[in-house]
């Protein structure tokens, strides 16, 4: 099947998760969401990540964000696991991953959203079969994948710059704004391009006209 690309709708599926059984659009209801992919339980990468996750859940929740993992493993070794990842994240600070994994043994929900390992020879279990890379979707309260990252195998990922890409997005469909390099929530944003020069006065009476193309201005928010 095709690569999922940004503004496709995020396939629904049905999945046993380390919280119970959920239908994943059902699930997410009026909320973003976050699913990220690991190659395998009891993997070094994956457990400082997950960890971390656990770790943010206050930042995720403050932006109506829910977490999800997925691994391909069962639940019996998700559920080992998860006291793995909250004993050593303890040396970090306290550590309680509450947020569900997906057991995806089979390959299912990996292979329908296209996160399957292809290049990584050594990245296979005892029968062969690729484990997932570490890819990260967000997806909107509509079920439109708004971001995809891919990380190799050898990558732990960086949660703060997937925060930052939340910010970004939610920013932007509110307040009719782009964010430019390297912005973190409260620098000055873009105004969007299809705002006029009129209209920029009234929604944003203290931005700048750098260039023809090119206007930007200081944003309140929460």
């Excluded at 050593?88 to 994994?101: C, R």
């Excluded at 990996?110 to 484990?131: C, H, I, V, W």
């Excluded at 703060?160 to 390099?181: A, F, N, W």
Aim: charged share 25%; aromatic share 8%.
């Amino acid at each position: 099947m095709p690569s999922l690309r940004l503004g496709n709708t995020a396939p629904d599926f049905e999945a046993q998760t380390t919280i119970g059984p959920i239908k994943f659009h059902e699930w997410i209801g009026n909320s973003w969401a976050v699913l990220f992919s690991h190659p395998g339980d009891f993997t070094p990468v994956c457990t400082t990540e997950l960890g971390e996750v656990a770790r943010r859940a206050p930042d995720f929740a403050k932006r109506n964000v829910k977490v999800i993992g997925i691994s391909a493993n069962n639940l019996d070794d998700h559920n080992k696991w998860v006291k793995d990842i909250n004993a050593y994240g303890a040396q970090v600070a306290p550590t309680d991953v509450q947020f569900p994994i997906i057991a995806d043994a089979d390959r299912k929900i990996s292979t329908l959203y296209d996160m399957l390992d292809e290049q990584d020879a050594t990245n296979r279990d005892a029968k062969g079969l690729p484990f997932t890379i570490r890819t990260v979707f967000v997806i909107d309260p509509k079920k439109t994948i708004r971001l995809t990252i891919a990380y190799p195998a050898s990558t732990g990922r960086n949660f703060d710059e997937i925060i930052r890409v939340v910010d970004s997005l939610q920013i932007g469909d509110k307040h009719r704004v782009t964010t430019p390099v390297n912005w973190n929530k409260g620098d000055d944003v873009i105004v969007h391009p299809s705002v006029s020069s009129d209209e920029a006065k009234t929604l944003f009476p203290e931005y700048k006209q750098h260039l023809p193309y090119l206007r930007t201005t200081p944003l309140s928010v929460e």
